[in-house]
């Protein structure tokens, strides 16, 4: 039987990262972080059964996060329930408000490390979920969170789209109960939530 080639994903020593300047949970300063990760000289490729339990290194992950204002003019989310098929199964049943994944080398060809990026981001995004609206796109922070066994392998760059219209719908099936749902209510239901959701929506939200 022929083998499956095991995915290799970007990642980056955590000590570069340290290097920058370790924090916990979120941060703004994308100057220091983003152009310094991106363009670092000790990214590369690993597989990532040894990743996920490797904190030696963070892999890079885009997360992207869809609001839409109604026409009351209340600010709302998209979130979802994270069902057992999703490739982390550690975050199985967890609710989220972000979409995203790891950075591969199906990506790798695109150019410099930021179009790997990019183009990396944008693969995830029309892998998991239908955008049918106009939206605006900007990156807003980062994401780390070295309290949780899933967290201190990942560091996440933060993604906030604002959407015309609510028309979000998921590609994949373990893409669960999902919908637009306002952020004053999720913000009163956070226990439910994968630990990034919970920094996000408290950070650029609470």
């Not at 300047?21 to 983003?34: A, E, I, K």
């Not at 979409?99 to 695109?110: E, K, N, P, Q, V």
């Not at 959407?163 to 979000?168: H, I, R, Y």
């Not at 373990?174 to 637009?180: D, P, S, V």
């Amino acid at each position: 039987m022929p083998t499956v080639a095991e995915e290799r994903v970007l990642v980056l020593p955590t000590s570069e990262f340290h290097t920058l300047g370790h924090f916990q949970g979120f941060s703004r300063d994308l100057s220091t972080y983003l152009p310094a990760l991106l363009e670092s000289q000790q990214l590369s490729y690993r597989p990532r059964s040894e990743m996920e339990q490797d904190p030696s290194f963070k892999q890079l992950i885009p997360y992207m996060v869809f609001r839409h204002t109604d026409a009351d003019g209340i600010p709302c989310l998209f979130q979802y329930t994270r069902g057992g098929g999703q490739g982390e199964k550690r975050l199985h049943a967890k609710r989220s408000v972000g979409i995203g994944g790891h950075i591969s080398t199906d990506d790798a060809d695109a150019g410099t490390i930021a179009d790997v990026y990019r183009v990396g981001m944008q693969r995830e995004l029309a892998e998991e979920v239908a955008l049918e609206t106009a939206y605006t796109e900007e990156c807003v922070g980062l994401i780390n969170d070295d309290e949780t066994p899933v967290g201190e392998v990942h560091l996440g760059v933060v993604h906030l789209f604002d959407l015309a219209e609510p028309l979000v719908s998921p590609r994949e099936a373990e893409i669960l109960n999902a919908g637009f749902r306002p952020i004053c209510e999720l913000l009163n239901e956070l226990d439910d939530f994968e630990s990034w959701s919970q920094i996000v929506v408290r950070a650029l939200f609470g």
